[in-house]
């Protein structure tokens, strides 16, 4: 503070009103405010009204000392500054006061003027010091009860905002889930467009997707990477929508060479039917290399071994084994042992021999397994589909078209439109459903 600009209020003590008036004169100089009494009980009625800065009292007073008084103000108002004016034969009384009344100074009678003004001042100084002192605690008290609070604020709102957080990740977990449900309708969809054509295609890239997908599991690819080769195995033959009936009723091994020509056209096809499509990229590769041959000598750009995407290598044999199964490669239908054998015969050749290898031992696990007893699916008419079943096959029409496919969960809103379909089409649908998600009774 400048005790300019602030006028410090003083309490001079003295039962002499000539002592007080000359102090009086001695320090209006000095722009103080100066109050005055007569005796201890009159200062200390003071004290009661008035904010004093600093108090200035004499020891020899009648009825209480200049000690037993600054004892008593001490008590008032304990942030005075307290002096004593003493003589040299009041040290008692004077070493009484510094030990009760915890006095500042004590000025000694006769006093020198400059002293005695210096000493008021330092006096005040002090108090000016110990006032700026317990501003700055209360101030640090403050903002810390304010950090406090802002930290408490702070974490509830870090605590409110990760609980969100997290509830927008399983939103968006949950979306990405229906997305990719969408994804493979859609492209269960379009496989089953193939199978409009008929022929050797009906059923045929849904069972080679089937088959391609176990082997990507076993060969332990990731997540990722089997759904990709499950979607290029369901949309491989895609590109065959633009061929003619007359090329695609036919086995490929009696093909004229410009039949051949055409149909290998096919691949580049399909993949040009993906091209715009950012996601099906490494799909849209696997259907254009599902034809190239280990040793090179395929088609359309002769790669060979490793170079040709792992996928493509699954999908050639899996594609190739249910030709030979469903006669579309040759004029007779290969037995599982016969199909086998084709490709066990063709390894380093036209097939990766290390996926070979694992294509058969997909048939010698299954052979191995046991069956479980009991049904594990069951079919059921429109009417009797609850909310909540899944499918345990796909859903097609008479003419083979993709309704739903397995896996799907049913809601109130798909029934419905379900039956509307059946009515439209004049079918009856038979659903097939996992068992145990059928509430029968009250058994379940």
Excluded at 96 to 107: G, H, K, L, T
Excluded at 121 to 130: I, W, Y
Excluded at 287 to 306: A, K, M, V
Excluded at 356 to 371: H, P
Aim: without cysteine; positive net charge.
């Amino acid at each position: 503070m400048n005790d300019k600009t602030v006028k410090h209020k003083i309490l001079l003590v003295d039962d002499e009103p000539n002592i007080t008036s000359s102090l009086q004169r001695l320090l209006r100089k000095d722009n103080y405010s100066i109050l005055t009494a007569t005796s201890g009980e009159e200062g200390l009625q003071v004290l009661e009204s008035e904010a004093i800065d600093l108090i200035v009292s004499d020891m020899r007073m009648p009825n209480m000392d200049g000690a037993e008084f600054l004892t008593k103000a001490k008590a008032v108002n304990e942030k005075a500054i307290r002096i004593l004016l003493t003589g040299y034969s009041d040290m008692n009384s004077t070493v009484s006061a510094i030990n009760q009344a915890e006095i500042f100074r004590y000025i000694s009678k006769p006093w020198n003027d400059d002293d005695f003004r210096l000493t008021i001042r330092r006096g005040l100084e002090l108090k000016n010091l110990e006032s700026e002192r317990e501003r700055l605690e209360a101030l640090t008290s403050k903002q810390n009860t304010e950090l406090k609070t802002l930290n408490q604020s702070l974490e509830s709102k870090v605590e409110f905002r990760t609980k969100k957080l997290r509830e927008m990740m399983e939103e968006l977990s949950t979306s990405n889930d229906e997305i990719k449900k969408n994804y493979l309708y859609i492209i269960k969809t379009l496989s089953s467009l193939t199978d409009l054509r008929g022929g050797h295609l009906e059923g045929h890239s849904r069972r080679v997707a089937d088959n391609a997908r176990k082997v990507a599991n076993l060969m332990s690819l990731s997540n990722d990477e089997a759904q990709d080769v499950f979607f290029g195995a369901l949309l491989h033959d895609i590109g065959k929508i633009g061929l003619s009936d007359d090329i695609l009723s036919k086995p490929q091994s009696i093909l004229t060479q410009t039949e051949l020509q055409q149909k290998k056209k096919h691949s580049v096809w399909g993949e040009g039917l993906l091209i715009g499509m950012e996601k099906f990229q490494v799909v849209a590769k696997i259907i254009r290399h599902h034809h190239e041959n280990f040793d090179g000598t395929g088609y359309p750009d002769q790669l060979s071994g490793e170079n040709i995407p792992i996928g493509a290598r699954i999908l050639a044999i899996a594609s190739d084994y249910d030709a030979l199964r469903s006669g579309a490669l040759f004029q007779k239908k290969y037995s599982l042992e016969e199909a086998i054998q084709y490709l066990n015969n063709h390894r380093k050749s036209f097939y990766d021999p290390v996926i070979v290898a694992t294509f058969i031992s997909l048939f010698k696990k299954e052979k191995q397994e046991v069956k479980v007893k009991g049904k594990s699916r069951k079919a059921l008419f429109t009417y009797q589909l609850k909310p909540g079943l899944e499918l345990a096959k796909d859903l097609m029409t008479s003419e083979r078209m993709l309704l739903l496919p397995k896996g799907h969960v049913l809601t109130a809103d798909v029934i419905q439109r379900l039956v509307h379909h059946e009515k439209t089409l004049q079918e009856v649908f038979k659903v097939y459903v996992k068992i145990n998600l059928i509430r029968e009774g009250k058994k379940t």
